[in-house]
């Protein structure tokens, strides 16, 4: 069997990671990572893995054609929250995919999200979703072979981070976040099997590679359903809402959370064509994606 050259763009990160996880467990596949720094510590445990480390940075495009040169599929995922983006996070997402065609790659996958400018007439931007769903358009236009959109979930490992419940009056536990308690809206996943999705699609081409959109989804969520479920589980947790104009005065980049949430309220994390994104992706994954409660037993503690 020929062995097909991914290259994954972001293979340190949370998506990329579980992409080199997936296809290194499929077989049959040379991978090659991406990153602005090979002598990383992540960088080197991926080399010792067999993995190809290829030094390219998404903000200089010259460094990427040579980076994609001699891949079969391409694996391309741009962060807004990275500090090199620097707001221009379309550009970058625009850059890789004119350098993975520059460079032959018969396969594009890239990882997007809904353009909320576009689904809520201009009410809503949420720049973190937009900006990658404005790079549809050039993955459309480039004329690959194959071209597949994958949308991550909200992230359950989130709920463990930056989103985590936080200490409150009185010494409980809280979710304080500018959103109904039940709004069941929430598209949540594990992110580390978003990589098992990715190696379906590449193992697919004549099946998903005609421009479909997959989104993972571990469920449909609300916060005080995620509440009970923990609280079931042995916890001691709270869902407390906040006025957005509080919300937005407690941290940087508060306000284009708050204004995600206020978008998720109206027309889900995935958009009003939720449910044909999320069955595409099930249709690969027959086993499902795992649910919030079980993904709780394990990582999130009492």
């Known amino acids: 069997?020929?062995?097909?050259?991914?290259?994954?763009?972001?293979?340190?990160?949370?998506?990329?990671?579980?992409?080199?996880?997936?296809?290194?467990?499929?077989?049959?596949?040379?991978?090659?990572?991406?990153?602005?720094?090979?002598?990383?510590?992540?960088?080197?445990?991926?080399?010792?893995?067999?993995?190809?480390?290829?030094?390219?940075?998404?903000?200089?495009?010259?460094?990427?054609?040579?980076?994609?040169?001699?891949?079969?599929?391409?694996?391309?995922?741009?962060?807004?929250?990275?500090?090199?983006?620097?707001?221009?996070?379309?550009?970058?997402?625009?850059?890789?995919?004119?350098?993975?065609?520059?460079?032959?790659?018969?396969?594009?996958?890239?990882?997007?999200?809904p353009n909320c400018r576009a689904i809520s007439n201009g009410r809503f931007e949420v720049a973190h979703f937009t900006s990658k769903a404005l790079v549809d358009e050039a993955v459309c236009e480039a004329g690959f072979a194959h071209h597949t959109f994958v949308e991550p979930p909200m992230y359950f490992q989130n709920l463990t981070g930056m989103m985590a419940p936080q200490l409150i009056e009185g010494g409980k536990k809280a979710w304080r976040f500018p959103m109904s308690g039940g709004s069941?809206?929430?598209?949540?996943?594990?992110?580390?099997?978003?990589?098992?999705?990715?190696?379906?699609?590449?193992?697919?081409?004549?099946?998903?590679?005609?421009?479909?959109?997959?989104?993972?989804?571990?469920?449909?969520?609300?916060?005080?359903?995620?509440?009970?479920?923990?609280?079931e589980q042995g916890h001691d947790v709270l869902y407390a809402p906040i006025p957005a104009d509080q919300f937005d005065g407690l941290f940087p980049d508060a306000a284009e959370l708050r204004e995600m949430m206020e978008y998720w309220m109206e027309y889900t994390y995935f958009g009003p064509d939720h449910e044909a994104k999320v069955a595409a992706a099930n249709a690969l994954i027959p086993e499902r994606f795992t649910s919030f409660a079980d993904w709780a037993k394990t990582h999130m503690q009492t």
């Open 1 to 113: 069997m020929t062995t097909k050259t991914i290259v994954v763009v972001g293979g340190t990160g949370a998506q990329g990671s579980g992409v080199v996880n997936a296809l290194l467990a499929e077989g049959g596949y040379a991978v090659r990572v991406l990153t602005r720094n090979p002598e990383s510590e992540k960088a080197r445990a991926l080399t010792q893995r067999g993995v190809q480390i290829a030094k390219a940075d998404l903000a200089n495009p010259e460094t990427l054609k040579p980076a994609f040169e001699g891949a079969q599929g391409a694996f391309v995922v741009t962060n807004y929250w990275d500090p090199g983006t620097g707001g221009s996070e379309t550009e970058q997402g625009k850059a890789a995919v004119s350098a993975a065609k520059a460079a032959g790659v018969n396969h594009l996958v890239w990882s997007t999200l």
């Open 184 to 231: 069941k809206t929430i598209h949540g996943g594990d992110i580390s099997e978003f990589g098992k999705l990715v190696a379906r699609v590449f193992a697919k081409p004549d099946k998903v590679g005609q421009g479909q959109h997959l989104s993972m989804c571990g469920g449909l969520y609300g916060w005080q359903e995620m509440v009970d479920t923990l609280n």
